[in-house]
């Protein structure tokens, strides 16, 4: 007799359940609010598009939110990919060079800055920063605000009154809104304006559904355990891959350097430390910044490939599906330095602010607390960490000084406790324990 396995985890079915749910209460439900938590990878993009044309579908116009101009162009891409009839409308700023060339070829998509030369199409899409500035249009019945956690409740105030209901999609593990000033004196408060839009709005209206994603695309089966226990240990997620979906492998063989190893362990395993003695450093180290250099240059000179779902065959890997992830602006500058002296080009290399909501098959880091005599509340953020974890498809490695589990025990926390204020878990501390813990089982050592 053929016993069937009923518990066998269907990650397609599972996210379609899901999917189903928030557009029923999107389309059909009478709260003023619908909000959607997503970890990364897990379809939030997919799910803005989808919503957006079933809402334009049931005769129901709307505007859509988003954070900046680089993620409003690509939702207009992504509707016109999905729906090139969909009549869209681009709201712009009146800066030089407002929004990407590339909607120009797009027929079905109408291009402005005032949005009253827009209303009447199906969707109108802008940035928060630009629609806080629209009057005397009448108010949209629906709008879908994309990225919502990384709005400030002060940008949501700004644009309440143009719609009657809303969808907030984010990533809640994400950055904290960022702010250009001090909010100390508004900490605690139920209208703190640097707190995220869907906190503040939670806060006031705790009745409004809630659902999650529960099915990361991105994330390989190797990655995806740890970034949902270490970030998100409330609203777990699976891969929606298995752990022979997808492979790297290397048409080189390893030459017995660190970076090699390094990468070696990380096409085996999908993790890999490259831990240089233990020091305190300048932030921009140039020992480790050299040692990103190589295993980016070594990727390449190893002629890489990748093996997933995506694709029949293996596919080379490319600098642009490579990416160099730092803490800091002045890093990413050495980084590129660095790579630039070794001939190597294309690659992305930026800040965890920037690589947000971005993805790559390989990604390699430089952890924040690298060489470090302290351990500031910056670059304890779980959204930095978390991001900088959460980039790749098939293998993430992490330069690192060693040293950093014994500044995390040695410098424990000192900032102010404010009352009314909630507490993020998990805290730094534990987040950059449980990472470092599991990095360790993958560590290569190396002397430059």
Same mark, same amino acid.
């Given at each position: 007799?053929?016993?069937?396995?009923?518990? @066998?985890?269907?990650?397609?079915?599972?996210?379609?359940?899901?999917?189903?749910?928030?557009?029923?209460? *999107?389309?059909?439900?009478?709260?003023?609010?619908?909000?959607?938590?997503?970890?990364?990878?897990?379809?939030?993009?997919?799910?803005?598009?989808?919503?957006?044309?079933?809402?334009?579908?049931?005769?129901?116009?709307?505007?859509?939110?988003?954070? *900046?101009?680089?993620?409003?162009?690509?939702?207009?891409?992504?509707?016109?990919?999905?729906?090139?009839?969909?009549?869209?409308?681009?709201?712009?700023?009146?800066?030089?060079?407002?929004?990407?060339?590339? %909607?120009?070829? %797009?027929?079905?998509?109408?291009?402005?800055?005032?949005?009253?030369?827009?209303?009447?199409?199906?969707?109108?899409?802008?940035?928060?920063?630009? !629609?806080?500035?629209?009057?005397?249009?009448?108010?949209?019945?629906?709008?879908?605000?994309?990225?919502?956690?990384?709005?400030? $409740?002060?940008?949501?105030?700004? @644009?309440?009154?143009?719609?009657?209901?809303?969808?907030?999609?984010?990533?809640?593990?994400?950055?904290?809104?960022?702010?250009?000033?001090?909010?100390?004196?508004?900490?605690?408060?139920?209208?703190?304006?640097?707190?995220?839009?869907?906190?503040?709005?939670?806060?006031?209206?705790?009745?409004?559904?809630?659902?999650?994603?529960?099915?990361? !695309?991105?994330?390989?089966?190797?990655?995806?355990?740890?970034? $949902?226990?270490?970030?998100?240990?409330?609203?777990?997620?699976?891969?929606?891959?298995?752990?022979?979906?997808?492979?790297?492998?290397?048409?080189?063989?390893?030459?017995?350097?660190?970076?090699?190893?390094? %990468?070696?362990?990380?096409?085996?395993?999908?993790?890999?430390?490259?831990?240089?003695?233990?020091?305190?450093?300048?932030?921009?180290?140039?020992?480790?910044?050299?040692?990103?250099?190589?295993?980016?240059?070594?990727?390449?000179?190893?002629?890489?490939?990748?093996?997933?779902?995506?694709?029949?065959?293996?596919?080379?890997?490319?600098?642009?599906?490579?990416?160099?992830?730092?803490?800091?602006?002045?890093?990413?500058?050495?980084?590129?330095?660095?790579?630039?002296?070794?001939?190597?080009?294309? @690659?992305?290399?930026?800040?965890?602010?920037?690589?947000?909501?971005?993805?790559?098959?390989?990604?390699?880091?430089?952890?924040? %607390?690298?060489?470090?005599?302290?351990? *500031?509340?910056?670059?304890?953020?779980?959204?930095?960490?978390?991001?900088?974890?959460?980039?790749?498809?098939?293998?993430?490695?992490?330069?690192?000084?060693?040293?950093?589990?014994?500044?995390?025990?040695?410098?424990?926390? *000192?900032?102010? @406790?404010?009352?009314?204020?909630?507490?993020?878990?998990?805290?730094? !501390?534990?987040?950059?324990?449980?990472?470092?813990?599991?990095?360790?089982?993958?560590?290569?050592? !190396?002397?430059?």
């Amino acid at each position: 007799m053929t016993v069937v396995n009923e518990s @066998v985890f269907d990650p397609g079915a599972a996210a379609d359940r899901e999917v189903a749910a928030i557009l029923h209460n *999107t389309l059909h439900g009478s709260h003023r609010g619908v909000v959607v938590d997503s970890p990364p990878g897990a379809g939030k993009s997919t799910l803005v598009v989808r919503a957006a044309r079933e809402l334009a579908a049931a005769g129901r116009p709307l505007m859509v939110v988003a954070q *900046t101009n680089a993620q409003v162009d690509d939702l207009v891409v992504r509707l016109a990919e999905k729906d090139s009839e969909l009549p869209v409308g681009r709201l712009h700023s009146n800066d030089p060079d407002p929004y990407d060339k590339a %909607l120009d070829a %797009l027929p079905n998509v109408r291009k402005s800055a005032k949005a009253a030369e827009l209303t009447g199409l199906d969707v109108v899409i802008s940035t928060a920063a630009k !629609w806080a500035h629209v009057q005397g249009v009448e108010p949209w019945r629906h709008a879908i605000v994309d990225e919502a956690y990384q709005m400030r $409740s002060d940008a949501l105030l700004a @644009v309440a009154g143009l719609f009657e209901r809303a969808l907030f999609v984010g990533d809640p593990g994400q950055l904290d809104p960022f702010s250009t000033v001090g909010a100390e004196q508004w900490a605690g408060l139920s209208y703190d304006p640097s707190a995220s839009a869907v906190s503040t709005l939670l806060a006031h209206n705790p009745d409004l559904p809630q659902h999650r994603l529960p099915v990361s !695309w991105r994330l390989p089966a190797s990655a995806a355990p740890l970034v $949902s226990d270490a970030f998100y240990p409330y609203t777990k997620f699976r891969s929606g891959t298995g752990q022979d979906d997808r492979r790297l492998t290397f048409g080189v063989p390893s030459d017995g350097s660190g970076p090699d190893r390094v %990468l070696d362990e990380a096409a085996a395993s999908g993790w890999g430390l490259l831990e240089l003695p233990a020091r305190h450093t300048p932030r921009t180290d140039p020992e480790a910044v050299r040692a990103v250099a190589l295993v980016v240059r070594r990727l390449l000179d190893r002629d890489g490939a990748t093996l997933s779902e995506r694709a029949d065959g293996p596919v080379r890997l490319t600098a642009d599906r490579i990416a160099v992830g730092t803490a800091h602006r002045d890093q990413a500058a050495a980084v590129r330095a660095a790579l630039a002296e070794l001939g190597v080009s294309g @690659v992305s290399v930026d800040t965890a602010n920037r690589l947000q909501g971005r993805e790559f098959d390989v990604t390699v880091v430089l952890h924040p %607390l690298s060489g470090r005599p302290d351990a *500031t509340a910056f670059h304890l953020e779980t959204g930095r960490l978390c991001v900088l974890a959460s980039r790749h498809r098939h293998a993430c490695i992490v330069v690192c000084r060693a040293g950093v589990t014994d500044l995390l025990d040695e410098h424990p926390s *000192t900032e102010p @406790v404010q009352l009314g204020v909630t507490i993020k878990f998990p805290d730094g !501390w534990e987040a950059n324990h449980a990472v470092l813990a599991h990095l360790a089982e993958h560590r290569v050592t !190396w002397r430059p």
